[in-house]
């Protein structure tokens, strides 16, 4: 089992930043790739970013890449999401996710991650 707790949301001004954390507890923390996904209503989750399990290799979407970086800390079993120059679309309740133990690449996909934290809202004004 691995339980995902995220932080660091809240409330930013268009062009802004903020840095949600994602702290992971339960497993070997550097034996799984890791994601973030975000959900605004009325629509479904969705890819953000991913990241292997060394922090060598990254995905994004296209709608962030350039603007979000995804980082890893496997002494601090921690994942981050720095976000910059926030759009109002970018409004949304974003999860941290953690695919099962020895899938060690990231993923773009919802179904290849098997825990998910609770969320945390970032809401950007315009």
């Known amino acids: 089992q691995v339980q995902l707790v995220e932080s660091g949301g809240g409330l930013v001004q268009a062009g802004g930043p903020v840095r949600p954390s994602c702290a992971a507890s339960g497993r070997t923390f550097s034996d799984y790739g890791m994601g973030w996904f975000r959900q605004a209503p009325g629509t479904e989750r969705e890819f953000v970013a991913a990241i292997s399990w060394s922090g060598g290799y990254a995905l994004y979407a296209d709608s962030v890449k350039s603007r979000f970086t995804i980082s890893r800390d496997n002494a601090k079993n921690t994942v981050d999401l720095q976000m910059n120059s926030l759009k109002p679309e970018d409004t949304a309740v974003y999860y941290c996710?953690?695919?099962?133990?020895?899938?060690?690449?990231?993923?773009?996909?919802?179904?290849?991650?098997?825990?998910w934290g609770q969320g945390t809202q970032v809401t950007v004004s315009s």
């Open positions: 996710a953690a695919r099962a133990s020895l899938y060690r690449s990231g993923s773009k996909r919802v179904d290849d991650y098997r825990y």
